[in-house]
């Protein structure tokens, strides 16, 4: 069974070097022209829309110039020989069935057509936002594959689907141009975490192999100097100084309002606490080893939630609060927070 998220509660780029030894330079602004002729998105056709599109930019390969994989191979954990212990992964569980996706691959690909346990998933990652979110891949009655488009919003990767060639947007979840506008993705529950940590919760996880059938060097890391900079590679509508950029944080949002907890106080703080957003109760899970947080509800079971850079969060949830440590309570009815987590 696939751990999925309540969409009702649940409302975090420079691309890679995909020629041997070139690096892609310059940003495309992309301004419709009165005539809305929208060649130069890509080829995409992006009437109707509910985004700006003058703030949609290229990135800078075409479509699939950054490939998605379609037909993803899995080794079991015991013959990886390519990830360290703090080598970051995204985590999926199932009832019966685990897998990793090592970021150092999706950095190349940011978009992963598969199944859980018969179940049609897709596990997409914008290197740029920091932000690895996993969805069912039938909307309605259709079944859905994705690519990635190319373009960007508020610098977080638009996806497309095959089949209606609409853009959707990962952090907003939903159709954002063509006939599927307005759909929503169903999420479903990741995890942002270390191999290590990944493996030892799950010794029998199967984990996303090197044999992509595309030639890349997935032992290098093409966002690197992005990673380490403090500023973004594309503008912004607008940035939010209460954090810096590209500080991490876990954003949860319910019913319209939303908070973010900056990783600086989850390690101060460096445990499990309680918490409530909109008349709910959750817990919030932080490992200092790992660096990672999630979310649970009253029941254990995982919350919706979102690893972010700040600027992407706050893109997509301009009004959000963000946590203070005076603010932190610790008390639960029943459980301690750690005992919980």
């Known amino acids: ?10 409302i975090g780029s420079l691309c ?34 509910t985004i700006a599109l003058d703030q949609t930019l290229s990135g ?11 037909s993803p191979q899995f080794l079991p954990a015991h013959e990886v020989d390519f990830l360290s212990p703090e080598d970051r992964v995204l985590g999926i569980q199932g009832t019966h ?23 049609p998933v897709v596990i997409t990652y914008c290197p740029l936002c920091g932000t690895g979110m996993g969805f069912r891949r039938k909307v309605g009655n259709q079944l859905l594959t994705f690519g990635v488009s190319g373009l960007l919003y508020q610098n977080d990767v638009l996806m497309y689907d095959h089949q209606t060639e609409s853009l959707w947007s990962q952090i907003a979840m ?11 993705l169903e999420p479903i529950f990741l995890e942002h975490t270390t191999w290590k940590a990944w493996y030892t919760q799950h010794p029998d996880t199967v984990v996303l192999s090197q044999q992509t059938g595309f030639s890349r060097d997935y032992s290098h890391d ?33 019913d319209g309002k939303s908070k973010a907890y900056p990783f600086s106080i989850l390690e101060e703080r460096d445990e499990a606490f309680s918490d409530s957003l909109n008349g709910t109760d959750y817990i919030v899970c932080w490992d200092s080893h790992a660096r990672s947080a999630n979310v649970l509800d009253h029941r ?11 600027f992407a969060w706050d893109a997509f949830h301009p009004d959000t609060a963000i946590v203070q440590i005076s603010s932190i309570q610790t008390k639960l009815k029943q459980k301690s927070p750690n005992s919980v987590c």
């Open 1 to 10: 069974m696939i751990r999925l998220l309540n969409h009702s509660l649940f």
């Open 16 to 49: 890679p070097c995909f020629f041997s030894g070139m690096c892609l330079l310059g940003i495309l602004f992309l301004i419709p022209s009165p005539s809305h002729t929208y060649a130069a998105f890509n080829g995409f056709q992006v009437e109707p829309h």
């Open 60 to 70: 800078g390969p075409p479509k699939d110039g950054i490939p998605a994989l379609m």
């Open 97 to 119: 069935q685990a897998k990793a996706y090592p970021i150092a691959i999706l950095n190349w690909h940011e978009i992963v057509n598969d199944t859980l346990e018969e179940t």
């Open 174 to 184: 939903k159709a954002v141009t063509g006939p599927s506008l307005d759909q929503h």
């Open 222 to 254: 093409p966002y690197q100097h992005s990673a380490l900079s403090d500023q973004v590679m594309f503008p912004l509508a607008k940035q939010d100084a209460r954090l810096s950029v590209k500080d991490w944080v876990l954003g949860v949002e319910i």
């Open 300 to 310: 254990s079971k995982p919350f919706p939630s979102l690893t972010a850079y700040w």
